[in-house]
């Protein structure tokens, strides 16, 4: 079996952009790239579940995603997610008692020269093999306990909460 | 005081090249490069304590990065290593018993395109915060223990090794 | 003197993306950071004329751009624009005749890893250095006189026109 | 017929990194790779004609460069080469009197992030299509006539030399 599973449900790191309208939308898994490019020594598997902007996210959203997460058979588990309610994600997966669960995701889309996207791969995949269950989020080089953590829109970064 | 110590000895992600003489040469420790220009959520300090490849470091090199591993006031340490006697220096570290320590370093050079640094920088990153003491090495996406690893020449890739 | 006047009048070479509203918009000339960063043996200066998406530049636009090139006290002119109407804006130049006038652009913004912005200015500035006087658009690789080129939507790129 | 020919002979431009030696040796050439990611307008096709450092090109080897060039149909010639003496093969094609030659070249291998590779590429690309017949070097920006160009090893940069 895989060691790791990873679930994407879209966010800035899978923003794609097309020229015709100048606009951005939530395109496939950045992940499953920046992953195939390296030559890794773990195995792993993504799924694609749902393609969204986290603010577009809703409750029945949520519910499918701790379903997903549930059912899986991976006993890790990593969700890249977008930033805005990755913490509201995390908080409804706090019910599922035996998995480790960590969430990340991307400040600036995959595709941009200076992204934080790789980096936070990276964390997120480090962390995810190295702790006990639980529900966590990896962003800004840091891995939180999801119920110690918030997004600070004024420095646009995640930061302890106690 | 900071989180996390970081050592820098040297190895492939440190190389630059200088056009006059079209070779390499070990520069300065481009980890610190690297979280410079991330906004992180972490406190962490940066020692260049030697500039070599690791194909040259010595008995009293490994000596001289125990004593300073086991001297430093942080508990969590992670260190950015050449990658052909990484796993030497990870076993000649394995007195230290209190501090958790993951090594870390690039198959490719950190400037270059496509090099595996920022990845494996955040994988090591994860890993420092999240396991217990031990020794480690966060390589390939895989965070192995220092005693369970080696370097395949091969497939030119840090794999398990019962 | 300077040997190359440019003028930037926006488009999507110069978009930037604001995490917080998820949109896109017309940011500095980002050709100034690009050759800022190379070690050139020419003298340029830039201007940063307007900041638009090239569907939105007005006749009133058109003119006040060609009343700049027409009074810029230098003979080599390299304007960067957006590409839905480059050629458009071109023809509206055709005016002035002893002026060497090379328009370039990108189709992904420059701050994009597989970005064609960096490629394209060095098209621009090899050609307007080398052309004598008239009015030309450097995009895909081809330098073309700017009353045979259109721009292919289905194709998405600048093509020749009879 | 295609619009332009290039030769690849080697030279920085082309430099890559073996781990296991840690040293560089010339590699295919890179102006086909970095062509071939572009959605290009015009007709192209390259040569490998050889794999050198700039400073081990004999006369024999500048013989068979100008051979190669005078036989080819194309009336358009880009060639890439090392930077230390491509002004000397510049001079050693003076005799072709009838053809475009632009020689360009990097002065960081094309692999690397900041590499002036691509830029110089798209100016000597732009150069080739806009010169009458004629030798002349793109490098730093500037299209420089051959026998008014030096490579300044101080500055680490070409300048004009009258």
Chains 1, 2, 3, 4 share one sequence.
């Not at 606009?23 to 992940?31: D, K, T």
């Not at 999801?146 to 909460?161: G, H, I, M, P």
Request: proline residues 2%.
């Amino acid at each position: 079996m895989k060691e790791i599973s990873i679930i994407a449900v879209g966010g800035t790191i899978d923003k794609v952009y097309f020229d015709a309208k100048s606009e951005y939308e939530v395109g496939p898994p950045n992940i499953a790239k920046v992953l195939s490019e390296l030559n890794l020594s773990i195995s792993y598997g993504v799924t694609s579940l749902m393609r969204k902007d986290s603010l577009d996210l809703t409750a029945e959203d949520r519910t499918l995603i701790a379903k997903t997460v549930a059912n899986d058979p991976c006993d890790r588990i990593l969700i890249t997610h977008g930033t805005d309610t990755m913490v509201e994600t995390a908080k409804a997966l706090m019910a599922i008692a035996e998995k480790t669960i960590v969430l990340t995701g991307a400040l600036e889309p995959a595709l941009f020269k200076t992204s934080d996207a790789v980096f936070n791969i990276g964390c997120a995949l480090g962390a995810v093999q190295s702790l006990g269950a639980g529900i966590y989020i990896a962003m800004n080089g840091k891995v939180f306990a999801a119920d110690k953590v918030w997004k600070n829109l004024d420095s646009n970064r995640f930061e302890t909460r106690e």
